[in-house]
C-alpha cells in the first residue's frame, strides 16, 4: 500500500489532499497542530478504517518533529510521497505594515519547518519517493515587482532555495525533490475567495503533477498544468 505524509493536513489543501489519495486507497499520514480537533479529518477516518494515520505535529518544533516521525516510522518502513502544506500568510500592503513577529513566524513555518520535516523523515523516502514541498512559484529578483506580504514572498524565495538545495544533495539517493505552486484555490488563507478556483477542481491536478514526477523533475518548480516555472 503507497503511503503518503502531509503536513497541515487538517483543512484547506492539506485535507483536501488527504482526502484525495485516501479515495485512492494510500495510506494517508495526516499531521496537524491538533488533531484532536479535526473534525473533517476524524469523519474520513471513519469513513476510510485503516487508511488514516492523525499525527499531532507542530512544524516549528524539532521535539514534535521528531516524535511525529517515530508515530509514522512505527507504522510504516517507507513514505512514497512527503508533503510539506502547512504554511502561515501576514498580509502586509507596505514596509510600516511589517514586525520582526511576522517576518520569524513566517520564516519559522514557511521556510524551516519544511527543511526540518524533510530532513527528520528522509531516512523514510526510498528511491523513486518524492518530497513535494508547496510554495508559490519565484521570480528571478531582478523581474520582482511585488511590493505586498513581504514575510511570505521571502520566506517562499527561501524555501526554494532550499528546496533546490535538497533537491541536488538527495539525487544521489533517487529521491525527487520539487516545489510545487497548486495554483490560486480556495482557503482560509484567502478567505476563499471567488476568483479562486475551488479544491474540488485544483486538488485533482496537484495529485496528477506529483504523480507523474520523474527523475527529470528533480530540483524544478511545477505549476498545477505541470510545467516547470523558472524561477
Known amino acids: 500500500m503507497p503511503a503518503i505524509f502531509i503536513t497541515g493536513a ?35 477516518e471513519q469513513h476510510y478504517p485503516g487508511l488514516l494515520t492523525l499525527v499531532a505535529l507542530d512544524v516549528t518544533a524539532d521535539a514534535s518533529i521528531d516524535t511525529a516521525w517515530q508515530q509514522v516510522s512505527a507504522k510504516t518502513t517507507h513514505l512514497d510521497v512527503l508533503i510539506n ?24 513555518v514557511n521556510t524551516i519547518a519544511p527543511f526540518m520535516v ?22 528571478p529578483i531582478t523581474r520582482l515587482v511585488r511590493r505586498e506580504n513581504h514575510a511570505y514572498v521571502a520566506s517562499r524565495y527561501a524555501l526554494n532555495a ?13 529521491i525527487i525533490s520539487v516545489g510545487l505552486y497548486p495554483g490560486y484555490l480556495q482557503t482560509d488563507m484567502n478567505q ?17 503533477v506529483i504523480a507523474t514526477l520523474t527523475a527529470e523533475h528533480n530540483g524544478l518548480c511545477l505549476l498545477p498544468d505541470g510545467k516547470a516555472y523558472e524561477w
Open 10 to 44: 487538517n483543512r484547506g489543501i492539506g485535507l483536501g489532499l488527504a482526502a484525495y489519495y485516501l479515495a485512492q486507497g494510500w495510506h494517508v499520514f495526516a499531521a496537524c497542530r491538533q488533531p484532536e480537533q479535526a473534525s473533517a479529518l476524524h469523519e474520513a
Open 85 to 108: 502544506n502547512a504554511g502561515v500568510l501576514h498580509p502586509s500592503a507596505k514596509a510600516d505594515d511589517l514586525t520582526a513577529v511576522m517576518l520569524h513566524e513566517a520564516f519559522a
Open 118 to 139: 524533510a530532513r527528520r523523515f528522509g531516512d523514510l523516502l526510498h528511491a523513486g519517493a518524492k518530497l513535494v514541498n508547496i510554495t508559490m512559484p519565484t521570480q
Open 162 to 174: 532550499l528546496t533546490k538545495m535538497l533537491a541536488l544533495e538527495w539525487a544521489e539517493r533517487g
Open 192 to 208: 476563499h475567495a471567488a476568483a479562486a478556483k475551488p479544491l474540488t477542481e485544483g486538488i485533482p491536478l496537484v495529485a496528477n
